[in-house]
Structures are given as C-alpha cells and as structure tokens.
C-alpha cells in the first residue's frame, strides 16, 4: 500500500531539510506524494496536466499548499503576486486553496495575456538566432508561448473549480514595462512567484524590481531555477534564471527551502 505522507507545517518542514542532494531529492518526493493526498489539489493538477494548461511539477501543488497555510495562519488576508501566469494554473491553484479554507487571499497577476511566438519557418528561426542576441536567449530559454485567447482560457479554469476570477487583479502587460512597474510600486507583498521572462537580463530585472516589494518574513519563489543545488531526481530548470538568482542572497533573503526546480527565499 501507498505509504500515507502527512503534511506539516512549513516551519516543522524547515526544522528537518537540508539543501543537499539526499534532502532536495527526499523533498521532491515527498510533495510529489503530498499533492495526491488532498483530492482537491490532486483533481486539480490532473485537470491541468490533461489538458496541457500549465507546466512545473505535481509536487508544486501541495507545496504552494503548505506555504499558504503558512501565510494565512500569520495574515487574514495575505497577498501575492504571480509574474508570468501562462492559462492560470497558479492562480486558480491559490484561489481554490483559499476557497478550501474559507479564507481570503489577494491575488495580483502579472502577465500579457498572449503569446509572443516563434516563427515557423524554420529559415527565418535561424536568421533571427543568428542577427539578434535577445531572440537566442528567448530561444535558449524557452521564452516562446502559442498565440490564443489567454484570458478566457483562465476563465474556464476557473469556472471549472467553482472560483471567482473576479477576485485576481490582473495587470496585463510584461512585469519590465515601467508603466506595469509604475502600478505596484506602493505595494507590498506576503509572497512573490517569478516565473516570467526566462532569460537572464530579464529574471535579474524581476528579482531586483519586485524584491523590494516583498515584506520581512515573506517569500520568494523562483521557478526553472534549481540547476547550480544539488540533486538527481528532477529536471532542474533553465541555466539563464538559475545564474539569475544568485543574486538573491545579497540583496538580504535566504533560500529555505527547494521543491524540484521551485525555489523559495525568505526576506530577512
Ligand atoms: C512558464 S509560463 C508561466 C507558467 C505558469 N506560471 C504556470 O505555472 O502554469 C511564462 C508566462 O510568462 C509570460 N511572460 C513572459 N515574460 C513576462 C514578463 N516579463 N512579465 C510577465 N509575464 C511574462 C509568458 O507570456 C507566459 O505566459
């Protein structure tokens, strides 16, 4: 039989893990397990993965579970920020935890709403690699989405699991615009999830714009970004936002902990 894996509270979680290749490794494991524990969380992920509406990892679910729990037993109305939604997976994930627990959370997200997409023709694809410095790095960083209606997309998550996209305020637009910029400079945030722009001019831009806008005590979460920590298990992101993040320490956060290619920082 399955062995049955308990979730904890992020401080107990803390208390135990190791950034090193036997705990990133073990912790990868444990929150993939975790996820299919809750039967709303699995239902969502699987919602997602079938109908190809997200990336990132299953053990991503139950992780971003146990980091509201966190926030919401501190806030009564935390609020956070997602750069760089895609079709809505996180958000709609936070919403339906919050909605599982009765509680309020504020989302705020970041994101163009459309795709910015590759050429086809696969001549044009290797002339543009070859003249422009900024398409390589979008090509070398998978920074190329479909064309398609986004938002409705959204809509229908939401709509599925029974949420209220009323509730997201959506600032449509790349988080490197200064008039996007302009629209958050006075607020502040309980956590941050940076998953935008994937090359490195373009997550430095974001860590050093939106770092600032996180409370002590709050969180940031990198995603792609696990390739320079130690582990076997999962794939580890892109080298571009990995290189990006070393900055982060410096700029007064500590990583606490490391779920697959997801990392998260505290602000000291
Ligand atoms: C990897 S996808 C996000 C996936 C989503 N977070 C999820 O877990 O399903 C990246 C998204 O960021 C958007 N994006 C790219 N650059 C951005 C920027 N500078 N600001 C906001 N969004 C950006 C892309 O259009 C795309 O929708």
Known sequence: MEEIHKIKSLNDYLDTYQNTSLGNDFTYDYFTKLTDQFPYLKAHRDFIEFNKLGFGERAFHSMWKMLLDHLLNQFAKPQILEIGVYKGQIISLWALIAKERNAVIEITAITP?????????????????????????????????????????????????????????????????????????????????????????????????????IHKDGLLIMDDSACNIPSTKFWKGHQSVSDACEIIENLGFENILNVGHNRMFRKL
């Open 113 to 213: 709403l459309e795709g910015n997409y590759k050429p086809k023709n696969r001549i044009i694809t290797s002339i543009l690699s070859k003249i422009s410095k900024k398409f390589r790095s979008n090509l070398d960083s998978g920074n190329f989405y479909e064309k398609g209606d986004y938002l409705s997309t959204i809509k229908s998550v939401f709509e599925k699991f029974d949420l209220d996209i009323e509730t997201i305020r959506f600032i449509k637009g790349y988080s490197s615009d200064t008039n996007i910029l302009e629209q958050v400079e006075n607020k502040k945030f309980h956590a941050i999830y940076v998953d935008g722009d994937h090359t490195f001019e373009g997550v430095t831009k974001d860590i050093i714009h939106f770092s600032r806008l």
